[in-house]
């Protein structure tokens, strides 16, 4: 009999170690900065002689829960707002869902993003929540390198 509820007992401990770090692994992620929290890629064109004609940033967040995220994004340089409209898409899984963010940024505040000394991105899902952090150093660096080229 002690058997039984020992093993019971071990049974119940690994599915609460397992279901709590899952759940806090997945559904309470904290990152200090954009790259932490999701996938990103930043590109940048030119016209044909050269010239930087804009810039566009696609944001990847796979989540546990149903939210989605809204058509709008903000940019801002060493403080300085810049509203984004964007284009999302969510793709449901079993798992998770896969959301997509993809913001043209304004033509405008490509000087300020060459001479930023950091840069936040925030965008927002239908559930309410917010997502505010800034690029990392090396983000960027990267990100000013790719303008100046």
Do not use: C
């Not at 016209?47 to 566009?56: F, I, Q, S, T």
């Not at 940024?105 to 060459?114: E, Q, R, V």
């Amino acid at each position: 009999m002690q058997k039984i509820f020992l093993g019971i007992g071990i049974v119940l401990i690994l599915l609460g170690i397992f279901g709590t770090s899952y759940t806090w692994h997945y559904d309470h992620r904290s990152a200090e900065t954009l790259e932490e929290y999701a996938n990103i890629d930043f590109q940048v064109s030119r016209d044909v002689n050269g010239e930087l004609e804009g810039a566009v940033m696609s944001l990847w967040d796979y989540r546990y829960d149903k939210a989605k995220l809204l058509p709008k994004a903000m940019l801002f340089t060493d403080g300085a707002p810049w509203e984004m409209p964007a284009a999302t898409k969510q793709t449901p899984g079993k798992m998770f869902h896969e959301n997509k963010l993809f913001v043209n940024f304004p033509k405008s505040a490509l000087k300020d993003l060459l001479l930023a000394k950091e840069i936040r991105i925030r965008f927002y899902y239908d559930n309410g929540q917010t997502i505010d952090l800034p690029i990392s150093p090396q983000g960027l660096v990267a990100w000013q390198r790719k303008l100046r080229w």
